[in-house]
């Protein structure tokens, strides 16, 4: 390590001195708490036994579970030793479950009992894994989680910069293949920055950790509270009635907030009656209906804000309040520019590209050289997302590049190109569009138009489940129409604007 570095390990080691009686996790699910100083203490056992399974700095390993003290302790213990976390998302299939994992070839894979069966059901097309491990102590079929926490060995330094990779997050399918962003120590830390400053973060406050841990905005969230010395309260999955709870016992300051997490929360309190005035702070995306009911019924200060994965989650913020319906200003240590198709700046007021570079942008997609040439091009990272700047600086987004369209149903990126692709697998599919579309409860939805091959017949369920059975539950679509023709451009290819524009209602 250079003397200018600071890792996640670091941090770790800092919060065990400056905050080690002080209560860091509380597991939801069995009353489990752990302070900064047991954090610690566990995460270096784990780490020693990774080590003694073979384990070396820059070795991927696999997560697939919901949210648990366990899981953040393999975050904490490959931090430790310069391991890089994949954590894959328990909602895709064993066939996508079944890529992310050989696409960045993880020694060891950490499981809940849940999915075991589902990794059983893909195992023998795995190319690199060489152990499998219970995530859940004493539940499952693999070896047993407690076996790595044995060892009595003293956790050796390892050599780790500020710029060594930590996390693998993969994102939606662009022309059918997902793309792992790498994203390193220095990204995590410079987010833990800018949230703890935007969110006026201290020890005293509690977070709700009620996204994946697999998610960005789970995993950036979590390691933000503990980089405040906060309390993280964790829940293995949200469910409504429990968070209300929480959020009155706990005392729950921040949460973060995809629809339609706040509005399931907001429609629970008015239910029960339980008290969540103490939620002063919820960054996320949701409608301007449930944003002002919430400040308003708890006085607390809603945050809006763009970003994505490649971003480490954030690249504007700001409070609702300032500019409804903007996505906040530039981060502290984030530089943006609005360009045209050449990559020349455009004034404000007007719509571009928008492009990122600064400490925020990651270490470019896992074993994707060209498409990383390509993205970085001009030596910025281009998001593929267009926006705006107006007169004072606020960003307003104004949708997704051809090259990059995206719908993302309650936060999960979904790329047309992925639906598309299964549903043409349907025998009556001849041709289909699929595009976002105004939804009450996800706020963007999927929708389908498709033309059915001469003579053949299809009910919209039937469809919708047969897209269901073969990739993600959330990325299929839950508005499925079919015309007679689809419109074509002079070329002869699909004339995606116009079917847009005829069936978006």
């Excluded at 895709?92 to 999915?115: G, M, Q, R, T, W």
């Excluded at 987010?191 to 006026?200: D, P």
């Excluded at 509270?225 to 709870?245: S, W």
């Excluded at 609702?320 to 020349?344: C, E, F, Q, W």
Aim: glycine share 8%.
């Amino acid at each position: 390590m250079g003397i200018y570095d600071f890792t996640i390990y670091d941090l770790i080691n800092r919060n065990a001195v400056c905050f080690g009686s002080r209560q860091a996790w509380f597991e939801v699910d069995d009353n489990r708490t752990l302070t900064f100083a047991q954090y610690k203490e566990r995460a270096d056992r784990l780490a020693c036994g990774l080590k003694e399974a073979g384990i070396k700095k820059t070795d991927r390993i696999a997560v697939l579970g919901k949210n648990s003290l366990e899981y953040f302790l393999v975050y904490g213990a490959s931090a430790a030793i310069g391991a890089i976390v994949l954590p894959i998302n328990w909602r895709l299939s064993a066939d996508e479950v079944c890529f992310n994992l050989n696409d960045c070839a993880p020694e060891i894979l950490f499981v809940d009992k849940e999915y075991q069966e589902l990794i059983k059901s893909v195992q023998k097309k795995f190319l690199s894994i060489k152990k499998y491990y219970n995530l859940n102590p004493d539940q499952g079929d693999f070896l047993d989680f407690n076996s790595l926490m044995d060892s009595q060995d003293d956790l050796s330094p390892v050599e780790i910069s500020n710029d060594d990779g930590f996390v693998i997050i993969h994102t939606a399918a662009v022309a059918g293949r997902p793309r792992g962003a790498l994203l390193s120590h220095g990204n995590l830390l410079c987010a833990n920055m800018h949230l703890n400053y935007h969110l006026n973060m201290t020890p005293d406050d509690v977070h709700l950790n009620l996204l994946p841990l697999f998610h960005g905005g789970g995993l950036f969230m979590a390691t933000n509270c503990f980089h405040a010395g906060a309390l993280n309260i964790n829940m293995r999955k949200f469910d409504a009635a429990r968070a209300v709870e929480l959020i009155e016992e706990k005392k729950v300051s921040v949460m973060f907030d995809f629809t339609p997490i706040l509005s399931s929360i907001l429609k629970q309190h008015e239910k029960t009656g339980k008290n969540i005035k103490t939620l002063r702070a919820v960054p996320g995306i949701d409608t301007p209906e449930t944003i002002e009911k919430y400040q308003k019924l708890t006085g607390g200060t809603f945050y809006s804000l763009y970003g994505q994965t490649e971003t480490s989650c954030f690249a504007t913020f700001g409070r609702y309040n300032d500019r409804p319906g903007s996505a906040g200003k530039m981060l502290h240590l984030t530089k943006i520019s609005i360009v045209d198709d050449y990559g020349n700046p455009v004034p404000a007021g007007q719509t571009g590209e928008i492009v990122v570079k600064g400490p925020m942008v990651f270490k470019g997609y896992w074993n994707l050289p060209e498409v990383n040439k390509h993205t970085f091009r001009d030596g910025w990272h281009h998001t593929g997302d267009l926006g705006r700047f107006d007169e004072d600086g606020f960003l307003w987004y104004a949708g997704r590049t051809p090259e990059k369209e995206l719908i993302k149903p309650g936060g999960e990126n979904v790329y047309p190109f992925e639906v598309e692709k299964v549903i043409l697998m349907h025998p009556a599919v001849d041709k289909t569009v699929v595009f976002g579309v105004t939804d009450p409860k996800w706020k963007e939805g999927i929708k389908a138009v498709c033309r059915l091959k001469e003579g053949q017949s299809l009910e919209s369920k039937e469809l919708i489940s047969f897209v269901g059975e073969r990739i993600a539950g959330y990325k299929k679509p839950q508005y499925v129409e079919f015309i007679a023709d689809l419109p074509l451009l002079e070329d002869g290819s699909l004339d995606r604007a116009k079917v847009k524009e005829l069936y978006s209602v």
